[in-house]
């Protein structure tokens, strides 16, 4: 079992360095901390008085751990949550904020277990979590990977300048179907010819 250090730099490992794709809602990353972050954070890094992408583009590795510990990890509980799903939901919660715990509590309700979907880790979400874990403890962490893919199948679904992102250009799995398969087992991933006919309808 990985400790939350090593989950979180094996995350800024699959964020990568500085973008700002004028495509992606999160503007100016680097690691996978996102300028609204700094913004919120306020961490003007070069101490020029604002938080801009200069600040975006001198943020250290060791930096974007300490904040994804503090503010994506700790802050939302997941610690709370069962080890099995600590590094899938921490990893969502970066890439989706508090849309990674609405997909837990959405699965949990597909599985007939009460829980509200409002996006927080409290106790309730906590003992449905270890009750749904507790009911498929072969299969739960899968199926929550699956929700995460079926997650950003959607998105891309109903925002084409996303599509780039579950699909590559010669129409293989793009970056965002890849890292939701890092935490699936191998025999729930989707062939390439899956893969090519759920995303046929984006022409």
Known sequence: MYDVEEIAEGIVAREGGY???????????????????????GLDLDRDGDVDAQDVRVLSRDQAVVIFIDHYFDR????????????????????????????????????????????LIGPQTISATQQGLSAAPDHFVDAYGIARRNYYYSLADGRPASRKYARRRDGGKG?????????????????????RERTARWG
């Open 19 to 41: 973008v700002n794709d004028p495509d992606d809602p999160g503007g100016a990353t680097n690691h996978g901390v996102t300028i609204h972050t700094m913004r919120r954070l």
């Open 76 to 119: 939302p509980r997941i610690a709370e949550l069962p080890a099995p799903l600590h590094a899938t939901v921490f990893d969502m919660y970066v890439n989706a904020g508090a849309n990674a715990v609405r997909i837990l509590q959405r699965l949990l309700r597909d599985m007939r277990i009460e829980v509200g979907v409002d996006g």
């Open 175 to 195: 970056g965002w179907i890849v890292r939701a398969e890092e935490f699936i087992s191998p025999r729930f991933h989707l062939t390439e010819a899956e893969h």
